[in-house]
């Protein structure tokens, strides 16, 4: 089992930064790749980026390749989404998840996921 707490949602104008924590619990935490989506109300849940725990590989949604970096601390068990330069169109929920070793983009492939927090973008 993996637990998974997400943190730092809030207000952020457009233009601007904002950056989330996904602080993981749990056996072998450091087997697991950890994906960050997010779900706008009324649209199914997208893939933004995501991180292997160890080896350090990355992987980015086009959308969000330049803009956003993904980072892991892992003395502290902590996954982090730095999002600069946000757009009004990506309020949204935003959740980070894991899955075995690799990184994925397909929501089905994560089997643990965190309860999400919220990113209001304002113009």
């Known amino acids: 089992q993996v637990q998974l707490v997400e943190s730092g949602g809030g207000l952020v104008q457009a233009g601007g930064s904002l950056s989330l924590s996904c602080t993981a619990s749990?056996?072998?935490?450091?087997?697991?790749?950890i994906g960050w989506f997010r779900q706008v109300q009324g649209k199914e849940r997208e893939f933004i980026a995501a991180?292997?725990?160890?080896?350090?590989?990355?992987q980015f949604a086009d959308s969000v390749n330049g803009r956003f970096t993904i980072s892991r601390e892992n003395a502290k068990n902590t996954v982090y989404l730095q999002m600069n330069c946000v757009k009004t169109e990506v309020t949204a929920v935003y959740y980070c998840?894991?899955?075995?070793?690799?990184?994925?983009?397909?929501?089905?492939?994560?089997?643990?996921w965190g309860q999400g927090t919220q990113v209001t973008v304002s113009t």
């Open positions: 991180i292997t725990w160890g080896g350090g590989s990355t």
């Open positions: 998840a894991a899955r075995l070793r690799i990184t994925a983009v397909d929501t089905a492939a994560y089997a643990y």
């Open positions: 749990g056996r072998a935490i450091n087997r697991y790749a």
